[in-house]
C-alpha cells in the first residue's frame, strides 16, 4: 500500500466558531459544523494543526444550591 502522506494524520471533527457567551460558566459556546446534516469531519496531516481545543460537554443545568441557609 502507498503511503498517503509522510506525515501521520489525525482524525478531526469541526465545530462552529465561538457564537455564544455563557456567564455562568465564563465560557464560550460553539456547535458541530454540519453540512446536510451530517457532522463535518477531516482526516489531516500532524503538520497541518495549528492550535488545539479542549471541549467540555454542556450538561443539564442544575440548581445551584442555597447559600442563605
Known sequence: M???SKH???YI???TPFHRYDDLTGMFSVASSQR???RRASIIPIT???RTCHLI???ERVHVARTDW
Request: proline residues 11%; charged residues 15%; glycine residues 0%.
Open 2 to 4: 502507498e503511503h498517503v
Open 36 to 38: 446536510l446534516h451530517r
Open 13 to 15: 471533527e469541526w465545530y
Open 48 to 50: 497541518s494543526i495549528v
Open 57 to 59: 460537554p454542556a450538561w
Open 8 to 10: 501521520p494524520l489525525a
